[in-house]
Nanobody, 116 residues
């Protein structure tokens, strides 16, 4: 059983910043990739950013230059620093972890609302 617990969402004004955190706990061998996805009302879930165990990253074009993903392997944690937030960033943000066994796990989601 693997649990992913997210924190850090909330309400922020346009141009503001938020930092999301996600920590994995439970019984598992090793995590390969961790990442963040988001789902806005009426839209499909989309990739925001992912980071592999070696440190390589991939970002959605819409967040490049504004968001930064980082990872603490020892803590089985992943973070998303979000700067220059826009109203279109409003969504439920989900943490994802893919194990070396290719099993994929999701967090419960955290709401991010960008509004004045």
């Amino acid at each position: 059983q693997v649990q992913l617990v997210e924190s850090g969402g909330g309400l922020v004004q346009p141009g503001g910043s938020l930092r999301l955190s996600c920590a994995a706990s439970g019984s598992f061998s090793s995590i390969n990739t961790m990442g963040w996805y988001r789902q806005a009302p009426g839209k499909q879930r989309e990739l925001v950013a992912v980071i592999k165990s070696g440190g390589s990253t991939n970002y959605a074009d819409s967040v490049k230059g504004r968001f930064t993903i980082s990872r603490d392997i020892a803590k089985n944690a992943v973070y998303l620093q979000m700067n220059s937030l826009k109203p279109e960033d409003t969504a439920v943000y989900y943490c994802n972890a893919v194990m070396r066994t290719f099993q994929s796990y999701w967090g419960q989601g955290t709401q991010v609302t960008v509004s004045s």
